[in-house]
C-alpha cells in the first residue's frame, strides 16, 4: 500500500510543498543538554508556533535519569505536537519551537522536524501512547523501545528517537520503514513508522543505533472512518440500450473479488487483510448505435457517482416484453423482482468507435443486493 508519509522536513521552519487538506501534521522535537550536576532537570520544550495554526501536544517525555560522560551530565527530552484535520499549509507557512535549557544546564542540541501524514482521523486520531528512556555508555551498543503498542485499529505508528551521541546510526526495527533526520540533527535522532493492518499489539523496537542516553516515544494514529455506502433512495428514469451485453455472467451468479491488503515486512513476514470479498461483474457491449449515446452518457454521469442502480438481465430481445429497463436509477424496491441492486466499479466512461453509427464500451458492477423473486 502507498506510504501515508507524504512529505516530511527536517530543522526546516517549513514544508518543502503546501500540505493537503485534512492531513495530520506532526512536529516532533529533540533536545539535550549538558551540566556539570546530575540533578540539573532536563530540558523543556514549548509548543510550536505557526501563524494561523494552532498545535496540540501529544506527549513530551524527559528521561529522568542523566548519564555521566566525559566530566558532564547528559539529559535529553523528546516531544510530539499534532495538528488533526488541518488545513491546507502553504510552504512560507513558517514553524518555530522554543526549548529552554534546566537549571544549570547547556544546550547541546535542539530542532524539529515537520511531517505531513495522510488517511488519517479527522478527529480524536489519537489511539494509544507509549514511551521508554535509558541511557548506555558511550561506544557500547544498546537498542532503544518503548515497549508494545496495543492498538484498537488498523493504526499509522510512529516511533520517534533521540540519542545526543555522535555515533549514532540508526536502523528500523522489523516491520518499520525509516524517516531519516537530515542536516545536523540527523546524529541526535530518527523516526520509524508502519502502516497496520488491523487491531494488535505492535512491538515498537528500533533495530541498531543507541550509544548514549536516549527517549523514545510511539504513538499509534486511528485511520479515518471509511466512507458510508451508499444508499438505496427510491425510483427514477432507466432505459434498455438497443443491443444486449455479450457473454455475460447469469444474474445471481457473478463472479468474486476480494478486496484484501498484503505487505511484506523487512523480515519477509507476508501479512493479509481481508477486508471483504465482492461479487462483480463485466458488461461487454459490442453494438452501441449512436442514437443510445445520449441515454448512456445521462445514466454514466449518474453511476459514476458511485450511486445505486436496478440492473436486469434481459435474456431474449429485442421484442420481448419488459418487466422494467435494463438499468434503471436509482431503482425502487417496489419493482418487480427480477433485477439486482448494483453499483459502478468503472471509473470512467469511454465509449469506443467501431464503424460509422456504431461504438462499442464495458462498465464492470459490483452487486449490492438480488431482488431476483422466485
Request: charged share 15%.
Amino acid at each position: 500500500m502507498p506510504s501515508p508519509v507524504r512529505q516530511y522536513t527536517s530543522n526546516s521552519p517549513n514544508f518543502g510543498e503546501a500540505t493537503l487538506e485534512g492531513s495530520l501534521l506532526l512536529c516532533l522535537v529533540p533536545a539535550a543538554q549538558s551540566s556539570p550536576s546530575e540533578s540539573s532537570p532536563a530540558p523543556t520544550i514549548s509548543l510550536p508556533l505557526t501563524p494561523d495554526f494552532t498545535w496540540q501536544l501529544a506527549a513530551q517525555i524527559p528521561n529522568p535519569n542523566p548519564l555521566l560522560e566525559f566530566g558532564s551530565y547528559y539529559s535529553v527530552t523528546a516531544a510530539v505536537y499534532y495538528i488533526e484535520n488541518a488545513p491546507p499549509m502553504a510552504p512560507t507557512v513558517d514553524t518555530s519551537v522554543n526549548v529552554t535549557p534546566g537549571s544549570g544546564g547547556s544546550l547541546e542540541y535542539a530542532g524539529f522536524q515537520l511531517l505531513e501524514v495522510t488517511g488519517c482521523a479527522l478527529a480524536d486520531v489519537i489511539d494509544a501512547i507509549v514511551f521508554g528512556y535509558g541511557g548506555q555508555t558511550n561506544y557500547t551498543s544498546g537498542v532503544a523501545s518503548a515497549g508494545n503498542l496495543v492498538t484498537s485499529a488498523a493504526d499509522f505508528i510512529l516511533c520517534f528517537v533521540t540519542d545526543p551521541n555522535f555515533n549514532t546510526e540508526f536502523t528500523a526495527g522489523s516491520g518499520y520503514t525509516l524517516i531519516p533526520w537530515g542536516g545536523a540533527l540527523s546524529v541526535y535522532g530518527d523516526n520509524q513508522y508502519q502502516q497496520t493492518f488491523g487491531p494488535g499489539s505492535y512491538p515498537t523496537a528500533f533495530g541498531t543505533g543507541i550509544d548514549g542516553v536516549w527517549v523514545e516515544i510511539a504513538i499509534g494514529f486511528l485511520p479515518a472512518a471509511p466512507t458510508p455506502p451508499a444508499v438505496w433512495t427510491g425510483g427514477g428514469p432507466g432505459f434498455t440500450p438497443t443491443y444486449p451485453p455479450v457473454k455475460k455472467q447469469p444474474q445471481g451468479l457473478w463472479g468474486l473479488e476480494a478486496k484484501r491488503a498484503d505487505s511484506i515486512a523487512a523480515d519477509g513476514t507476508k501479512q493479509s487483510v481481508l477486508e471483504r470479498i465482492d461479487e462483480v461483474t463485466t458488461l461487454k457491449f459490442p453494438f452501441v448505435p449512436s442514437g443510445d449515446l445520449a441515454n448512456w452518457k445521462e445514466f454514466e454521469t449518474y453511476a459514476l457517482s458511485g450511486a445505486l442502480f436496478a440492473y436486469r438481465a434481459i435474456p431474449d430481445y429485442p421484442g420481448a416484453p419488459e418487466p422494467g429497463p435494463m438499468f434503471q436509477y436509482p431503482g425502487d424496491e417496489a419493482m418487480p423482482p427480477g433485477y439486482s441492486v448494483a453499483q459502478l466499479l468503472s471509473m470512467d466512461w469511454k465509449p469506443h468507435f467501431e464503424s460509422v453509427g456504431n461504438f462499442s464500451l464495458e462498465l464492470k458492477l459490483r452487486l449490492v443486493e438480488d431482488y431476483l423473486g422466485s
